[in-house]
């Protein structure tokens, strides 16, 4: 039905327009306004103190009587007021068309608007559909919603195209006063817009009083608007309010929800809201943005800091709340959406920090230039997710690492090799980080390796549970390592299906087999970390000087960590990182390299110095240190093709492709820097690869001796294989494309380098870990020695190891991870070890007495329990057996034991920490990527095509 249609009630159009400084605008608003197909019966111009010529456009299109001037400090519904209290009502049933100065609608939209008002009596606004001033494919608004903190949801994809997706007519909760079409009868009603609120929410606030005075809020999609949103976009200056604009737009959009929520709902709108202020002002400090951090609490303080301000306003909106709180309730934002919308965010700060890509954004993109049609539903984001190779890669190593693993997954306690068994939680990790004094063992007061640290703060986010911690570093660093590879590399490498062959090789090395076989979980954190590293340091040496120094900074930290689990990793970056610089002198690179390098300095001493003191603990790892788990004498072979000995490893020829793939790019003329630059990193982890494992190491205590293993220099190696082979893969599509042998070539070339992957995971499914990690691990203490000891008493377990007894000194109980990697002073240590040593040799009681003066009161042997140690234990008159099989045997100290005192810690200790943790906190925010001002764009003076034209195509 037509509003001409004599059927239909009388309507008289009252339009006013806007104006602030909008001169860059304003005349194609006022074309659109003067074409429209149903003309408006009257118009009127507010103009509000403008200062670039708006007032003179006004009076030259409407005239100088239909102009009404404005002070500058003047708000948009002061303006809209002044102009109705100055006009007569008008006869039948009036609307007021409101107008900014940046929003120019199509020449139909009045008449589409009167048209869907005529289909509903009940609704009171309605509103057009908005689109993008400058690119006027984009959709802007179709309807707005909050949710209970006032976050402004439009339901639409960023950057998302109009392809008639929304078409329709649509309840909403609010409408853009942009254009919006309301009656006066309601306006009145409800007392229009609120002048406590000159900008921003203005429209949410007056459309929710509309609801809830029982009216309808529609979009009508087919009237469309074009609006600049100069406010929103800073395309202008605010003068409405001296508070900034982003201050004023998060108080307004707290107040209008707190004001118009029924009581019950209010408490938990008013929690949320404080506690989310807090949370968004934590991230704005670490994102280096404190004005943001300043303006979300100030804003929060003028909401709480008035309540009778707020008392007033909601008993001005009290009526008709509860009645049509439920019709409302289903337009507010659920809760779910809330959290999509988190990691869309967080999706977008790692996309714009460089290291992940936005598949979301790309793909609506890309779907609107090829005409596909754009799926913004839940169903559509999950399908966009599933055909990323980022994630189908992450999903196949998951499902190739849970096959393979199934015999640890799902046991009682995970351990062995050289992981000790996980016990405790998260309150015991940061405990033994923190004390100064440690009672574990023989007792001492060094200090707990940093991985403690690290560790404990996992734990802490998983709940507590150290066990999860563990298995996900340990267990999930097949899958973790490949999409660090394939995320790391996007810079580097062309093609993500090219780095989908990169990433999955590099997760599927044998130094990952051997790290979860072996439980090296020190190796197993550096082996993630690496493609991470290689990152950050290309952003050093090529990106512009601030991003290179938030890089310098992210690099230093991620250096910390990996060299807090294996000590190795930074002499190796150290010189790889010396060599980059002097190779790419670029302003600002030497810096950036020392802050890179001086930041795990700065983080893991005084650990770190006592390391360096004692050089052959650079080649240990966090864990235990075990003959059986390395080879003695690893042939050259193995390191050349990449496997590092120990268990799990797969056969030789396995990463037999991957080797011939990268020789194979040495016959590349292109890219001859890179290539040369790749095989220089390879040859260099080879070369030290080799000089570690022919180097005995004796562990922390010096309990064992053993040759160190290679894992962490053949992951460089195999880290710089890989991208020669990678940056050359596009060399292998052309020959590909060329036909004839070429083509041959190219696609034998691709089916060897596929082979080590796939031969990898074929061969990890098919055998599983063999050990020797286990996910049913004993406790090493038994449950007889446990039961029966008291407070401070000690266990000496002695363990055969490669053809001799090892020892060690448990405190009663199952020791922690961290624990065995914490010096013990050498005094204690000899002496128990002389003792222990004569006792099994058979010799008089002076070795007991030394044990009980030490706090030892039980003696047990782990499997194989030989019969001659049998036999010395059971002829020692201080010692009384408890129980002997083949796999344990216990016996018990018949003299009474001296339990030592427990010594206060360093007070120095409890200061360093907390200028540790002040120190990580600043890493933390140095790193951070900063702001970005997408929204700050620059606007042409004149445009050249105007609403109308672009309409009529």
Request: charged share 20%; proline share 7%; hydrophobic share 50%.
């Amino acid at each position: 039905m037509s509003s001409t249609d004599p059927r239909s009630p009388r309507h008289i159009v009252t339009a006013i327009v806007v104006a602030h400084d909008g001169a860059r605008w304003l005349r194609e608003t006022l074309d659109a306004l003067l074409r429209q197909t149903r003309p408006v019966d009257r118009v009127v111009g507010a103009d509000n103190g403008s200062r670039d010529g708006s007032a003179a456009l006004l009076t030259e299109a409407l005239g100088p009587n239909a102009v009404l001037s404005l002070p500058r400090s003047t708000g948009f519904g002061e303006a809209v007021a002044e102009v109705l209290d100055r006009l007569e009502p008008a006869g039948g049933r009036e609307w007021i068309w409101l107008l900014h100065d940046d929003c120019a609608p199509d020449a139909r939209a009045l008449e589409t608007l009167l048209w869907a008002a005529d289909q509903d009596p009940k609704a009171a606004v309605l509103g057009p559909k908005l689109r993008d001033w400058l690119d006027r494919r984009l959709l802007l608004e179709v309807g707005v919603t909050v949710d209970r903190t006032g976050r402004r949801d439009t339901g639409l994809e960023a950057r998302e195209f109009d392809q008639g997706q929304y078409d329709g007519i649509r309840d909403v909760l609010s409408v853009s006063t942009a254009g919006m079409l309301i009656r006066r009868d309601v306006w009145d009603e409800v007392g229009g817009l609120d002048p406590f609120l000159p900008i921003f929410r203005d429209d949410l606030d007056l459309c929710w009083r509309v609801r809830s005075a029982g009216h309808r809020v529609q979009n009508v999609t087919r009237a469309v608007a074009w609006h600049a949103e100069a406010a929103h976009r800073r395309r202008r200056r605010i003068t409405v309010s001296g508070d900034h604009p982003r201050r004023l737009d998060r108080r307004n959009a707290m107040f209008v929800v707190l004001a118009n929520l029924p009581p019950r709902p209010l408490l938990w709108a008013l929690l949320r809201n404080i506690a989310g202020s807090f949370f968004r002002a934590m991230l704005f400090l670490v994102a280096k943005q404190p004005a943001n951090a300043f303006d979300e609490i100030v804003a929060l303080g003028s909401i709480l800091a008035h309540p009778v301000r707020m008392f007033r306003a909601r008993r001005a909106r009290a009526r008709g709340r509860k009645q049509n709180h439920a019709a409302i309730r289903r337009l507010l934002t659920p809760p779910g959406a809330g959290y999509r919308r988190l990691a869309d965010r967080v999706q977008s700060y790692l996309a714009g920090s460089g290291f992940v890509e936005s598949a979301g954004r790309h793909h609506a993109m890309a779907a609107a230039e090829d005409g596909e049609e754009l799926l913004t539903d839940d169903a559509g984001t999950m399908r966009r997710v599933l055909r990323n190779p980022g994630v189908l890669l992450f999903i196949a190593l998951l499902l190739v690492t849970l096959v393979a693993e199934r015999g640890l997954i799902g046991g009682a306690r995970l351990g062995g090799g050289a992981l000790v068994p996980v016990s405790g939680g998260s309150a015991d990790l940061w405990r033994l980080y923190t004390e100064g004094y440690h009672t574990a063992g023989l007792g001492g007061d060094g200090w707990a390796p940093p991985y403690v640290a690290v560790l404990a703060s996992l734990s802490t986010v998983l709940f507590g549970k150290t066990w999860l911690a563990v298995s996900v570093l340990l267990l999930g660093c097949v899958p973790l390592a490949g999409v660090s590879a394939y995320a790391a590399t996007r810079s580097m490498v062309p093609g993500r299906w090219t780095r989908v062959w990169l990433a999955s090789s590099y997760a599927l090395l044998p130094v990952a087999t051997g790290v979860v076989a072996a439980g090296r979980l020190g190796t197993a954190v550096v082996f993630v970390l690496l493609p991470v590293y290689a990152a950050l340091a290309t952003g050093i040496l090529t990106a512009e000087p601030r991003r290179a120094r938030r890089a310098a900074w992210a690099l230093g930290l991620a250096l910390a960590i990996g060299t807090a689990f294996a000590p190795l990793v930074y002499p190796l970056t150290l010189l790889l990182g010396a060599l980059a610089a002097l190779a790419f002198p670029r302003r600002g690179v030497g810096v950036s390299m020392a802050v890179a390098f001086g930041v795990p300095v700065a983080l893991l001493l005084p650990w770190l110095a006592e390391v360096a003191a004692e050089p052959g603990r650079l080649l240990l790892e966090a864990g235990l240190h075990q003959p059986s788990l390395t080879d003695s004498a690893l042939p050259a072979a193995s390191l050349l093709l990449l496997s590092p000995g120990g268990p799990g490893m797969p056969p030789l020829w396995v990463t037999g492709g991957l080797i011939a793939a990268c020789l194979a790019a040495l016959l590349m003329r292109r890219n001859r820097m890179v290539i040369a630059i790749g095989w220089g990193v390879a040859l260099f982890g080879v070369l030290v690869a080799i000089l570690v494992s022919r180097t005995q190491v004796t562990s922390i205590n010096g309990d064992t001796e053993a040759p160190a293993w290679p894992g962490v220099p053949l992951a460089f190696a195999a880290t710089g294989m890989l991208v020669v082979a990678a940056l050359t893969a596009d060399r292998v599509a052309e020959f590909r494309a060329a036909g004839g042998l070429r083509r041959v070539a190219a696609l034998l070339v691709v089916l060897v380098a596929f082979s080590t992957p796939l031969l990898a995971a074929g061969m990890w499914v098919t055998r599983g870990v063999p050990g020797p990690i286990s996910g049913e691990t004993r406790d090493v203490v038994p449950a007889l020695v446990a039961a029966r000891s008291t407070g401070g008493e000690r266990t000496l377990l002695l363990r055969s190891d490669g053809g001799g007894l090892t020892f060690t000194v448990l405190s009663g109980r199952t020791p922690m991870i961290g624990e065995a990697d914490i010096p013990t002073p050498a005094g204690p240590r000899d002496q128990v070890g002389v003792a222990a040593a004569g006792l099994v040799s058979g010799r008089g009681g002076d070795d007991a007495r030394v044990l009980a003066a030490h706090g030892v009161r039980f003696v047990v042997v782990v499997r194989p329990v030989s019969p001659e140690v049998g036999h010395a234990l059971d002829s020692q008159p201080a010692l009384v057996r408890m129980s002997l099989s083949r796999d344990l045997g216990v016996w018990r100290l018949t003299q009474p034991v001296a339990v030592p005192p427990t010594p206060e810690g360093d007070p120095w200790h409890a200061r360093w920490l907390w200028a540790q943790a002040a120190m990580v906190l600043l890493v933390l925010v140095l790193a951070a990527p900063g702001s970005r001002a997408a929204d700050r764009e620059v606007v042409p003076l004149e445009l050249p095509e105007t609403a109308r034209e672009l309409a009529t195509r």
